[in-house]
T-cell receptor
Framework: EPEVTQTPSHQVTQMGQEVILRCVPI?????FYWYRQILGQKVEFLVS????????KSEIFDDQFSVERPDGSNFTLKIRSTKLEDSAMYFC?????????????FGEGSWLTVV | AQSVTQLDSHVSVSEGTPVLLRCNYS??????LFWYVQHPNKGLQLLLK??????LVKGINGFEAEFKKSETSFHLTKPSAHMSDAAEYFC????????????FGSGTRLLVRP
């Protein structure tokens, strides 16, 4: 079964460093997402992306965050200058279409630890 | 703000007994409802979804959920728990007016005793 893959599975970085989390969505999917889960908290929406632009973002997704689809297969989340509170599990997801109720498929997540 | 509430943070059952994981959502027009499961060190896997068709939805691994509009609930059930069901379960909602954003519940950790 096709799946969303994410790398790295775990990354430790120093505060202030830039981090790039990578994702390969399912190949025929057109909508891409990032969610995150801080330890002990709910999974939260960060951003959705379609047709090479952000379609929606949450208040969490400030200027420190950016997303990019640099080629036909990868979808990346960049955090420019990491803070301690950015430590979380980051989930990439994708879907064929974007309407509410369409199934969104998630990757296994990337654990980011900022020290 | 629209929200979803999972009433139990932990549920413990014996193997072979029924499972009930409770979920309520804030009322709004045409919700779409999902249950996702997360096993340790794994991603979020879709168990089942409701999108305005039949109110009783069957999913994978013997799970099912019933959409009850009058109670704004979407509880997840399974007649007989298996050890492999031990995981974290998330009730997830989206609405027509919330674009494509999923709203997650806080999760219920299911423990299955032998």
């Amino acid at each position: 079964e096709p799946e969303v893959t994410q790398t790295p599975s775990h990354q430790v970085t120093q505060m202030g460093q830039e981090v790039i989390l990578r994702c390969v969505p399912i190949s025929n999917h057109l909508y891409f997402y990032w969610y995150r889960q801080i330890l002990g908290q709910k999974v939260e929406f960060l951003v959705s992306f379609y047709n090479n632009e952000i379609s929606e973002k949450s208040e969490i997704f400030d200027d420190q965050f950016s997303v990019e689809r640099p080629d036909g297969s990868n979808f990346t989340l960049k955090i420019r200058s990491t803070k301690l509170e950015d430590s979380a599990m980051y989930f990439c997801a994708s879907s064929v279409a974007g309407f509410p109720g369409n199934t969104i498929y998630f990757g296994e997540g990337s654990w980011l630890t900022v020290v | 703000a629209q929200s979803v509430t999972q009433l139990d943070s932990h549920v413990s059952v014996s193997e072979g007994t029924p499972v009930l994981l409770r979920c309520n959502y804030s009322s709004s027009y045409s919700p779409s409802l999902f249950w996702y499961v997360q096993h340790p060190n794994k991603g979020l896997q879709l168990l089942l979804k409701y999108t305005s068709a039949a109110t009783l939805v069957k999913g994978i691994n013997g799970f099912e959920a019933e959409f009850k509009k009058s109670e704004t609930s979407f509880h997840l059930t399974k007649p007989s728990a298996h050890m492999s069901d031990a995981a974290e379960y998330f009730c997830v909602v989206t609405w027509m007016d919330s674009s494509y954003k999923l709203i997650f519940g806080s999760g219920t950790r299911l423990l299955v005793r032998p």
